[in-house]
């Protein structure tokens, strides 16, 4: 890697392969973006027109690497190609960074761990939480011992930006391992990373959709008049309060052009799509050292935030990513600080540009890679449980997932 510029491809140019990785790597000195790899070449099209200049297109992986003879890919593709992508980028001599989820199973994450092995190559999950500033602030607080030994943690997530899992493709469990695995991994990363990574053990979860559902459509239909079956098609639009205006996205990577090519629209009605994952659910967790979490989410809300709670044998921390304050009350001091943390620039709170200056740090030897695909295996895995849990009406044990065949 002597190049001046590492040379990059980007597989699946959506919306975080363009409008993240790919807009954030046209920014750096170290790196450029020379090629994209996507099924859709109208797309391909439209993402060379956002990121400003004309990188080669691709349909394989493997014949992307070959061609363009690349340092490393960045793998945004939905999730349940995530595994066959990352296996061709490992067997092709690239190096990965690769967004969650890693795989939508146990056993595709264990065939990546494996290709990684062959390879010797860096992969590295792209866990944005972990750079948000406000939870690096409480990993250092929770790693300088201020609240003891955690053993009990939760998150509420609130999310008004819903619709996104019932319009788009993540809105089906054959593509999306379902919410506990699409969304959730997230969220599970971040309990495991608090925690130091003791193993999960079992898992409980209940989800459902209670209020995007044709039953819950919040006006009046007419008969013979069908709601959806998008925003832009809907004959509501003046009364529907949900209508998503979606002009701005059209002009953008979901043009008409790409959409000719796959049909792809991101304003599926919510109500009436036809979903099999859930619009709020709470999954709780239990590890190998006695710790126990739990984690809400919600889809039909009017705020977004997530909300920690973390209880330790010294203190508890409450936490609000929105408002980036962490108040820590001590046991028995009577003791209570709060952390203001200041506002960041970029992506998801800052964390998208911090994320993807720790891969480049990584691949330049600068830094070492502590977002591991073993990291990803886990999150992965309790969302997995969480899903059977939820469907089977039973607590699942991690153990099982790797039973599977
Ligand atoms: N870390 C985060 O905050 C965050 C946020 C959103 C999405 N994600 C993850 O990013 C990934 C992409 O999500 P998105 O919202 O950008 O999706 P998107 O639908 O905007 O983009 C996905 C792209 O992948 C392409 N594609 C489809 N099949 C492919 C294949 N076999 N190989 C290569 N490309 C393929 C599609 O044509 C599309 O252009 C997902 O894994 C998702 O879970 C992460």
Redesign the pocket.
């Known amino acids: 890697m002597s190049r001046l510029k590492l040379k990059v491809g980007i597989?699946?140019?959506?919306?975080?392969?363009i409008l993240c990785f790919g807009k954030e790597i046209v920014t750096r000195n170290d790196a450029q973006v020379v090629a994209l790899?996507?099924?859709?070449p109208g797309?391909m099209e439209l993402a060379a027109k956002e990121l400003g200049f004309n990188p080669k297109f691709h349909t394989s992986v493997k014949d992307m690497i070959a061609a363009e003879k690349l340092d490393a890919v960045v793998i945004?593709?939905?999730?349940f190609?995530?595994e066959s992508?990352a296996v061709d980028a490992l067997d092709s001599g690239a190096n990965v960074l690769i967004?969650?989820?890693l795989s939508t199973t146990v056993k595709g994450c264990r065939n990546i761990i494996d290709a990684a092995e062959r390879a010797g190559k860096v992969i590295m999950m792209?866990f944005?939480l972990r750079h948000l500033a406000v939870l690096k602030k409480l990993k250092k607080l929770v790693s300088e011992g201020v609240l003891g030994r955690i053993f009990l943690i939760e998150n509420r997530e609130f999310y008004s930006g819903g619709r996104t899992y019932m319009s788009?493709?993540n809105r089906l469990y054959a593509k999306s391992g379902g919410l506990w695995v699409?969304k959730g991994s997230h969220d599970f990363d971040i309990f495991n990373w608090l925690l130091d990574f003791p193993k999960p053990v079992k898992v409980s979860a209940f989800a459902g959709v209670d209020v995007l559902n044709p039953q819950h459509i919040p006006f009046e239909v007419k008969p013979g008049v069908p709601v959806g079956p998008t925003c832009h098609q809907c004959r509501y639009g003046e009364i529907c309060p949900d209508i998503f205006r979606d002009e701005e996205v059209r002009k953008s990577l979901w043009g008409d052009s790409a959409a000719r090519v796959?049909g792809?629209s991101r304003d599926l009605c919510m109500y009436t799509s036809d979903k099999d994952t859930h619009d709020n659910g709470i999954a709780i967790v239990e590890y190998e050292n006695g710790a126990k979490a739990s984690h809400l989410e919600c889809f039909v809300t009017p705020i977004s935030d997530r909300r920690y709670t973390l209880v330790g044998d010294l203190g508890q921390a409450e936490v609000s990513l929105e408002k980036r304050i962490i108040t820590v009350y001590s046991r028995w001091g009577q003791e209570v600080t709060t952390h203001y943390i200041p506002e960041a620039q970029g992506g998801?709170g800052g964390a998208d540009p911090m994320l993807t200056d720790s891969f480049f740090r990584v691949l330049k030897g600068e830094e070492k890679n502590t977002s591991t695909i073993e990291h990803g295996m886990w999150s992965t895995a309790i969302g997995q449980a969480a899903e059977i849990s939820r469907r089977e009406e039973r607590t699942v044990k991690i153990a099982e997932l790797f039973q599977l065949p």
């Open positions: 597989v699946g140019a959506g919306g975080r392969g790899c996507d099924p859709n797309r945004t593709s939905p999730d190609c995530h992508n967004d969650k989820p792209g944005n788009r493709w699409h796959d792809y998801h």
